[in-house]
C-alpha cells in the first residue's frame, strides 16, 4: 500500500496553509475555511457561506470547466473534513503555532460558520458580478444597481433600483463593512467600487465617497492594494479628462468596461447602448487620466449569425485603443441569459447559439486574432466562476 502523505501545516501572515500530497486547504486568519484544491476540483467558500465547486485541472480551458453551487449538506460535509485534516495536520507541528491554530480552528462549528450568510446579507445588496481581479477586494456598495439596467444579456442588477449612497448611508454601509470584515480586512487586496457602474456618479461625490472610504477602511485597507470599479462608456461619456484624472488621483487606478462587442450591429443587438467609435472615446480618456483598464468582450453574443463580424470589428476597436503594459482584455465565453427574449431575439435575426465546442474553437480564435494587443494581456474570464 503507498504510503499516505503526512500532512503539514504552514501559517502565513494571511492565515494557515494545510497540505497532503497534491491536496492543499487554507483557512484565513481567523480561521473560517476559504478554498481547497485536489489538483482537479477546487471548492471555494464565499463571504456569505456559499461554495462553489470547479472541476477541472486549473490549467483546463475555460470552457471545459464545470461549476456548481454546493448544497448545504455537501458545503458541510466537506468544510468539516477540512477542518479534521487540520486538526490532523497541526498535531505535527510544533508550538507555538499548534495551541495557536488548534484553539482558533475548534471555534468555527458549521452553526457558526453558516451566521456568516444572514450576517453578510445585511451588509451588502448581492455581489453580483466582480472581475476576476477583484475577487479579493472589499467591496463599497458606494451605489446600488445600474443606472441602465436594460442590457439583454445581463440580470446582474434587476433586482435593484439603481440608487447612490447619500453621505450618511454610505457611513453607515462602511460601519457595517468594517464590522463584518474586522481584521479581515487586512487581507482584502484593495477596494472595488460598486455594483455596476459606479463611475456614472457625479465627480464630486465619487471624490467624496472615496474619502469616506480612506476615513473609514484606510488603516486596515493596504496601502498598495489597488481601487477598482465598473464602467459603461456611454453615461460616462459625460465625465472629462480631469474629472478622470481627478478619481485617479484619489486613488482609483483601475476601471473595468464592459464594451462586449466593437460592432454596432450586434451591440444594438444586445440593447448595449452607444457605439464603438463613443466608447473608443471613453477609453481614450481613461487612459490619457493615467488609468488602467480592462476591457471585457462577451465571445458568442448573438450567435454564428454574428460571429465573424464580432471578432472583426472587435479587434479594429482594440486596435484603435491605446492600451498599455497592465491593461486588461478579457474574453468571456457568453452565458445564454435564462429568459426567453435573447432567444426569440436570435431567432428572429436568423441565428443560434454556439455548441460548447463551438464556442471553445472561438474563444481560441479570438485569442489567436487578438494577440496584436501586446504589451496588454488577453486572457479568459469566466462569469461562472465569480463568487465573492
Ligand atoms: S450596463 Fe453593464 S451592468 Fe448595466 S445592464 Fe448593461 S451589462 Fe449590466
Not at 133 to 143: C, G, K, L
Not at 207 to 214: M, T, V
Not at 252 to 260: A, C
Not at 341 to 367: F, I, Q, V
Amino acid at each position: 500500500m503507498p504510503e499516505l502523505a503526512r500532512p503539514r501545516a504552514q501559517e502565513s501572515r494571511h492565515g494557515l496553509r494545510v497540505t497532503a500530497g497534491s491536496s492543499v486547504t487554507v483557512f484565513d486568519r481567523t480561521g473560517r475555511f476559504l478554498w481547497l484544491s485536489d489538483g482537479k476540483t477546487v471548492i471555494r467558500r464565499g463571504l456569505d457561506n456559499r461554495f462553489v465547486r470547479v472541476d477541472a485541472h486549473p490549467s483546463a480551458h475555460p470552457v471545459d470547466r464545470q461549476y456548481r453551487r454546493l448544497t448545504e449538506t455537501e458545503a458541510q460535509s466537506t468544510v468539516e473534513a477540512a477542518y479534521e485534516n487540520a486538526r490532523r495536520a497541526l498535531a505535527n507541528e510544533l508550538e507555538p503555532t499548534r495551541s495557536r491554530w488548534q484553539e482558533r480552528l475548534a471555534s468555527w462549528t458549521w452553526d457558526r460558520l453558516a451566521e456568516d450568510g444572514p450576517r453578510f446579507r445585511a451588509v451588502y445588496r448581492p455581489v453580483s458580478i466582480l472581475p476576476p481581479d477583484a475577487y479579493r477586494t472589499v467591496v463599497v456598495q458606494i451605489a446600488e444597481g445600474c443606472s441602465y439596467n436594460r442590457c439583454l444579456f445581463c440580470d446582474f442588477y434587476r433586482d435593484r433600483p439603481f440608487h447612490i449612497k447619500n453621505q450618511e448611508e454610505l457611513d453607515r454601509h462602511l460601519r457595517e463593512i468594517r464590522a463584518f470584515f474586522g481584521e479581515r480586512l487586512m487581507d482584502r487586496t484593495g477596494v472595488f467600487l460598486g455594483d455596476g457602474n459606479a463611475l456614472v456618479i457625479p465627480t464630486r461625490r465619487i471624490l467624496s465617497g472615496i474619502e469616506q472610504i480612506r476615513s473609514h477602511l484606510g488603516d486596515w485597507v493596504e496601502a498598495s492594494g489597488e481601487w477598482s470599479t465598473f464602467m459603461d462608456t456611454f453615461h460616462s461619456d459625460t465625465k472629462d479628462v480631469e474629472e478622470l484624472a481627478a478619481v485617479r488621483r484619489a486613488g482609483l487606478s483601475t476601471v473595468y468596461i464592459g464594451l462586449e462587442s466593437g460592432d454596432d450591429e450586434l451591440r444594438a443587438f444586445l440593447d448595449k447602448p452607444g457605439k464603438a467609435a463613443e466608447a473608443i472615446r471613453v477609453i481614450e480618456r481613461c487612459k490619457e487620466a493615467g488609468m488602467r483598464v480592462g476591457v471585457i468582450l462577451l465571445v458568442g453574443a448573438g450567435g454564428h449569425r454574428f460571429a465573424d463580424q464580432h471578432l472583426e470589428h472587435t479587434a479594429e476597436t482594440l486596435a484603435a485603443l491605446p492600451l498599455t503594459e497592465g491593461d486588461v482584455v478579457y474574453l468571456s465565453p457568453f452565458v445564454d441569459p435564462p429568459h426567453p427574449a435573447y432567444r426569440e431575439r436570435l431567432l428572429a435575426a436568423g441565428s443560434a447559439s454556439m455548441t460548447r465546442d463551438e464556442l471553445k474553437a472561438e474563444l481560441n480564435r479570438w485569442m489567436r486574432t487578438l494577440s496584436f494587443v501586446k504589451p496588454a494581456k488577453v486572457t479568459f474570464y469566466n462569469i461562472q466562476e465569480h463568487l465573492y
